[in-house]
């Protein structure tokens, strides 16, 4: 719902009371303003706005933004969800999602999961002007249990893999190929695994126990190897009964072997960590949000991480520090 400023403008004035000539004609755009477009801010009613994404909805050369709020998601119009969203991602097209409907083809698609416990794969019809399912995904029962999956999303940036997880103690990993039943879905698996509750480690085992704060997966140069892929998701866990406050934890998923492994992990009692998120277009890194600060964080070694670079948040300071 893009208007231009004159139109826009010429539109509300009709809509006040009478103004002298001289206010309407200072509120006329400049010329060299006519062709500048803003989006009208009656595209959001009520309720307040938990998720925004943006994406190549409409097609290829658009880049449009997605608002998400409570019951509903809106680009241009309101779309209802069945049940509360709880979280909604961008999955960007790949080959693996390839379908007959040139329609459909090279737009990205929109993820989204309700406590209706179903995943929803959403594309958006131009014609219809508004979302329409491909498929749903039963994830777990209707409701808010704190151990079914249904809280959180996380996709890849080559958008071949997608993680759910629950509040706590659980998550799923899926991989993603679009079939000609419509099935989008190839293989999934649940963490930890339901036989021991146990992962693997390089020392042992350990289980994911306590709150999942925050998850995402750390993405390699896929055009520069012929290696089988192993996608890693790295998760902020606030392990229940620790000293520690934070616990990083970077799972690797062997496909062939039909296995979750923790490749990594590191737990400290520092500021308190709460989001973490891939750098966009940069293999192998991701900021890490904590309580205070922002730390870059280099992953291409997925095995040993390290720290390139920490920002203050203290803007009660003059400038940032540097660590």
């Known amino acids: 719902m893009a208007v231009s400023e004159e139109s826009s403008s010429s539109s509300s004035s009709s809509s006040r009371p009478n103004t002298s000539n ?20 009656t595209v959001l009613r009520g309720s307040v706005v938990l998720q925004a994404v943006c994406g190549h909805f409409r097609s290829t050369s658009s880049y449009d933004v997605v608002f998400g709020k409570m019951g509903l998601f809106n680009l241009f119009v309101n779309n209802l969800c069945f049940g509360t969203i709880k979280d909604l991602v961008v999955l960007p097209w790949n080959e693996k999602l390839q379908v007959q409907s040139p329609k459909i083809t090279g737009k990205d698609m929109l993820v989204v999961i309700s406590d209706s416990g179903k ?16 498929t749903h995904v039963e994830l777990s029962s209707p409701g808010n249990s704190r151990h ?55 020392r042992g085992s350990t289980n994911i126990s306590g709150t999942i704060w925050s998850m995402c997966f750390i993405s390699e140069d896929y055009h520069q190897t012929s290696k089988v892929r192993k996608p890693v998701l790295a998760i902020l866990l606030n392990r229940r009964g620790s000293f520690y406050r934070n616990e990083l934890l970077l799972l690797e998923w062997n496909i062939e072997e039909e296995a979750v492994n923790v490749i990594y992990q590191f737990a400290e009692a520092g500021p308190l960590a709460y989001h973490i998120v891939e750098v966009p277009h940069s293999h192998g890194f991701a900021f890490l949000f904590r309580a205070g600060d922002i730390v870059l964080m280099d992953f291409r070694n997925v095995h040993s991480p390290s720290c390139v670079y920490r920002r203050s948040l203290n803007f009660h300071t003059v400038g940032g520090t540097k660590f």
């Open 119 to 134: 995943l929803s794969f959403l594309t958006f019809c131009n014609e219809m002007h508004r979302f329409f399912p491909l």
């Open 22 to 41: 001289s206010n309407t004609n200072s509120r006329s755009p400049p010329k060299h303003n006519a062709n500048a477009y803003y989006l009208a801010k």
């Open 148 to 202: 079914q999956l249904g809280r959180m999303l996380a996709v890849d940036s080559s958008g071949c893999f997608l993680a759910a997880s629950a509040y706590e103690d659980q998550l799923a990993i899926f991989s993603l190929s679009l079939s000609s039943t419509g099935d989008i879905i190839d293989k999934r698996i649940f963490c930890p695994p339901q036989k021991d509750g146990r992962l693997k480690t390089a």
